[in-house]
């Protein structure tokens, strides 16, 4: 199941903070080592502030109460640095702890900070101090204080680079302390200034969408509409374009989405010869059961692949907390089925007839299956599938849904 695991495609890509949930998930799933696991977590934590967790991890990790001298120096120099840095912003923040003061902004960044600087003497270094120290204590993993600085930060900020930078400090804040709502609006802020014109290079844009689909998986596999949303963002061209280019893994979510959603939607057809054509840069179980059930109409390869899905979904760090949401749908994907139009039916029924190794042939002029007389009995069931597929009272199809269902309601 190892193989399956996406963490090491998808934790690049993502801030060092958020690679800590993604540990924490393989960790109770036991599907690695722990002590690889604990190996990983300290040689994250070591390029963060958290020396105090590193620490502890350590002591657990080599059973021992002792720590090594390079922890304890930097132990001393974060809490060095730290103290620096909140004096540099002290006349900010207390600016912006003082609610009287407060009230003295408006919603003219122009005016604050002329206001600020005639009357409070804090110009552009006292705000940059501000920026700074929101992420150092970002990094010592007080997210909310780093929320709350980089939120004030970016309303007094002058430069898009260092505002763009506090927006994704403040989304990963926000995914960290498990604000979906808050971080969903983060989420769509950050990705208009990605997808406007001004934007910097194309190439820049392409890496920064990639890293938007990332992190946003958190929020998409864990707020309510967030299956909704999540194709809306990755099957927008864009999106999708730069998910093959560059993250076909990503594929497995938006299958994923795809077979929650209540609705089929129009673009699901074309998403399915993406995923077809993808096979060789990105398949797993889920990708292959949608081509199984969708392209090649193979019921006994998607009720095996089913059985693997189950799998990657429990092992899936997004995926593995709905376990229910995603497997109720899968009846439903099967059972959507005998909606079909008169060409699907038609594939539909070759391969039955393949598969079932029966004499048959379809007549495409009449729309009816040819039989060698001496299978009387599929005979009558095949004899003029139009008219029976209109009445959806097909027996054979039923049949072998209830057959394809079987196992999916054993799975639950
Ligand atoms: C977290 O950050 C805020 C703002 O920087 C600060 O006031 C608070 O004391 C910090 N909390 C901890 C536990 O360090």
Known sequence: MASYDLTPQIAPNLDRHLVFPLLEFLQERQLHPDEQILKAKIEL?????????????????????????????????????????????????????????????????????????DRYQIGPDQIEALYQYAKF????????????????????????????SALWGKLAAEILMQNWDIALEELNRLKEIIDSKSFSSPLNQVQSRIWLMHWSLFIF??????????????????????????????????????????RRRPQFKDFIKVIQQEQCSYKDPITEFLTCVYFYYDFDGAQKKMRECEEVILNDPFLGKR?????????????????????????????????????????SKTGTVLMEPNHPNVYEQLIDHTKALQGRTYKLVSQLLEQAQAPAQAAR
């Open 45 to 117: 934590l070591n390029k963060t502030n958290m020396v105090d967790y590193a620490m502890d991890i350590h002591k657990s990790l080599y059973h021992t109460d002792d720590v090594p001298q390079d922890m304890i120096e930097r132990r001393a120099e974060v809490v060095a640095r730290l103290k620096a840095l909140e004096d540099a912003a002290a006349p900010l923040v207390s600016f912006l702890q003082n609610p009287n003061a407060v009230q003295e902004l408006r919603a003219d960044k122009h005016y604050n900070l002329q206001m600020l600087n």
């Open 323 to 363: 376990v229910e949401e995603e497997f109720s749908c899968v009846p439903r994907v099967l059972a959507e089925k005998l909606n079909l139009n008169y060409e699907e039916a038609e594939r539909w029924i070759v391969n039955l007839i393949q598969n079932s190794k029966l004499d048959a042939k379809i007549d």
């Open 221 to 262: 596999f864990n707020h309510e509409n967030g299956r909704t949303q999540i194709i809306d963002l990755f099957n927008q061209e864009k999106y999708l374009n730069a998910i093959q280019t560059s993250s076909p893994h990503l594929l497995r979510y938006l299958a994923t989405a795809f077979i929650v959603n209540k």
């Open 137 to 164: 204590q970002f990094e010592c993993g007080n997210y909310s204080g780093a929320a709350d600085y980089l939120y004030q930060y970016r309303a007094l900020c002058t430069n898009s680079e260092r505002g763009l």
